[in-house]
């Protein structure tokens, strides 16, 4: 700031100053008056507008005043407002630490609002990643937790996911079965709905067992989970047209049951016969009086009682199964003119089969032979299983079939069935087998197969099978069936032993199927057998059995493959519906010991039965094996298989008769 030079003058003694440039007051009088508190006098030297004492912080600099506009960062305070030159927005923070010095709210100790964009503490981060592990949130399940990203190391069954996969933290191997239901959370191969594989020691299903290929593979009947021998010689424990069945939980026990046959037990009178019934699926080996719940013995000698048992249902619609028991040789009504006896559910007591009986159906006439009984089905719609007979020398060996609608509960001859289909001519022996196959056409009703194993359509003993659709009354002939289907040659023996069967579901379609064996079929061999399978609907009209879907071939020659068939139920667990063929006579485990060969759905084609599933071989010579489904007797899931060995010796006792029981299993 400039001085003003003053000069003073004193006056006098009385110490009177007078200063140049002090004002001076002039009097009317003239007489001058010195100002006595004289003031600088305050000059805007730069020409702003502005002194130094109006606030310019810089009176040598025009653009400094407390007018002017801020120029940040240069050094200069323009505006004279004294604050930092490098701190524009005011916060403390100069320039080269604050981020952003247009926005007060944004400095290195600001706090961070996450996820709008901008860096409030200055930190240099993304403003995406609040856990600062380089993961932004849009991809970071956990953005407040560092050790939570997607490059992040999974730590399982703690409840986090670490590595923000979403899947479940109790699921290692991502096969959606957490870990406390599946037994190896670290192999996605194996869960609870995962298929057994064999012998790969490894438990692929979780069911507690490490399982070896269980039926799915080649191997004697005395691996089987059970051995069942007669309780005494010559007993034939398993023989019969089938002599085996399975009914469901008949015992009301709450387990499946299974009836089997022993039609020369003798405890009573000669060959009266007896049925079993064996509660679950047991195990080990041991004589079958030991562990079946219920005996239930024929009523008089050389009734052959047990010769057909079926599992046929609920007949009287009480909610419990039934039980259908046929004595072919019974001479109520004539000298083998056979009986079909009805026992409605629950059966759970020891009883003679004619006093236990909830109605009786006799043969026509003597030498009949009617009584093999037979899973028929609903046939006429009323949502009452039915009975199906069968009489294959009936009307001089026409032989005929009937069925008997639920309740099935009047006693009567067989003359007054609601149904009754005679075959076509005499010796064709309709019903020399016979079965329900299920629904072929998808209408609703039960369909049914009958054999004629002497129709000579196709040649002599060539044999055909007459499906007739459900729905049917009265009197019917068979030549009017829906469908005849013929062998392929003479002598095929088509219908022969137990070889008409429904498959299920064998290809998925939602319409049933069925299997025929022919056990002379000489395509592979002179003799080896056959079986075919044909998928539904059935076509209408006559035709060969060449023209089946599948056809199944025996191996060898005389191995009369086909004697027995039947439909295994599912197996496999795969969802598709399996087959079981009878080679009575095979010589794969013992000579004319006989096997049993195991196809899984779905099939087509030629196939030999060589390259079966599963190959169940006899355990000594001429046990004459035969096979049918046992339903699922240990409630797995799965259907199991039961084999019958109607010759064989338990020990010193000759011909006792055996059955082995063997479980569903994956493959």
């Known amino acids: 700031m400039r001085l003003v030079s003053r000069v003073c003058v004193f006056a006098g003694l009385s110490g009177l100053m007078a200063c140049s440039g002090d004002k001076e007051d002039a009097s009317s009088s003239g007489t001058t008056v010195l100002d006595m508190d004289p003031q600088p006098v305050d000059v805007d030297e730069d020409g702003d507008g502005y002194t130094s004492a109006m606030g310019d912080c810089d009176d ?61 503490d200055c930190d240099g981060l993304s403003d995406y990643d609040a856990d600062g592990d380089t993961w932004d949130d849009g991809d970071d399940c956990d953005d407040t937790n560092a050790d939570v990203s997607p490059d992040a190391e999974e730590v399982w069954y703690d409840g986090v996911d670490q590595n923000c996969d979403g899947r479940s933290d109790y699921d290692a191997d991502g096969d959606t079965w957490d870990d406390g239901d599946d037994c190896d959370d670290t192999n996605a191969e194996v869960s609870p709905d995962a298929v057994e594989v064999c012998d790969d020691g490894v438990d692929n299903d979780c069911d507690g067992t490490v399982s070896g290929c269980g039926i799915w593979q080649d191997q004697s009947v005395s691996v089987a989970e059970a051995t069942l021998y007669g309780d005494a010689a010559s007993d034939r424990l398993g023989q019969g047209d089938p002599g085996v069945a399975a009914l469901g939980d008949v015992t009301g026990d709450g387990s499946a049951d299974l009836a089997v046959s022993a039609i020369f037990e003798s405890t009573v009178e000669r060959r009266q016969g007896a049925v079993y019934l064996v509660s679950g699926l047991p195990s080990g080996t041991d004589n079958i009086g ?23 249902g609920d007949l009287d619609g009480d909610g419990t199964a039934d039980l259908a028991i046929g004595a072919t040789r019974d001479d109520t009504s ?26 009786t159906f006799t043969g026509e006439a003597a030498g009949d032979i009617a009584g093999e009984v037979a899973v028929a089905g609903d046939v006429d719609g009323d949502g009452l299983a039915d009975l199906l007979v069968g009489a294959q020398w009936n009307g001089d060996k026409a032989g005929a079939a009937y069925v008997v609608f639920g309740p099935a509960s009047t006693t009567g001859s067989l003359s007054a069935a609601d149904i009754v289909y005679r075959g076509v001519a ?20 039960a369909d049914l197969a009958i054999a004629g194993k002497n129709v000579d359509l196709a040649g002599d003993n060539a044999g055909c099978i007459y499906v007739v659709l459900g729905g049917d009354t009265g009197e019917q002939n068979l030549g009017s069936a829906d469908s005849i289907l013929t062998g392929e040659s003479e002598s095929s023996d088509l219908g022969f032993g137990v070889s008409v069967a429904g498959a299920g579901d064998v290809n ?31 076509d209408s009209g006559t035709w060969s059995l ?19 068939v039947d439909g295994a139920g599912d197996l496999d667990g795969d969802g598709f519906s399996d ?31 060589a390259d079966a599933d599963g190959i169940l071989r006899a355990a000594a010579a001429q046990d004459r094996l035969r096979v049918r489904s046992a339903g699922d007797m240990d409630a797995d899931g799965l259907s199991d298989v039961v084999v019958t060995a109607q010759l064989a010796d338990d020990g010193d006792a000759a011909d006792a008769g055996a059955v082995y029981l063997f479980r569903g299993s994956g493959l």
């Open 60 to 120: 040598s600099n025009a653009d400094v005043n407390p007018d002017a506009e801020e120029v940040w960062y240069d050094g200069v305070d323009q505006d004279c407002d004294g604050l930092s030159d490098y701190d524009a927005d005011g916060d403390t923070w100069d320039d080269g630490d604050d981020c952003d010095d247009t926005n007060a709210d944004v400095s290195p100790d600001a706090e961070e609002v996450w996820y709008d964009g901008v860096d409030q």
């Open 508 to 538: 998925g379609d939602g319409y049933a199927d069925a299997i025929f064996g022919a056990k002379s079929d000489s395509e592979a061999a002179e003799g080896a057998g056959a079986a075919y399978v044909v998928l539904g609907p059935v």
């Open 334 to 359: 004539g000298v083998d003119a056979g009986v079909a006896f009805v026992l409605h559910g629950p059966v759970d007591a020891n009883d003679t089969i004619a006093v236990r009986a909830d109605a």
């Open 579 to 609: 087959v079981v063929v009878g080679s009575g006579y095979s010589s794969l485990g013992a000579e004319e010991g006989g096997a049993a060969y195991i196809v899984r759905g779905p099939m087509e084609g030629s196939i030999s039965l």
């Open 290 to 312: 030991n562990i079946a719940p219920v005996k239930l013995l024929g009523d008089d000698a050389n009734d052959w009682a047990g010769y057909a048992v079926a599992g046929v």
């Open 546 to 564: 060449s023209d089946a879907d599948a056809k199944l071939l025996g191996e060898t020659a005389n191995n009369f493959t086909g004697d027995s």
């Open 426 to 445: 005499t010796d064709d022996e309709v019903s020399s087998s016979l079965s329900g196959i299920g629904d072929t056409d998808g209408d609703g009703l």
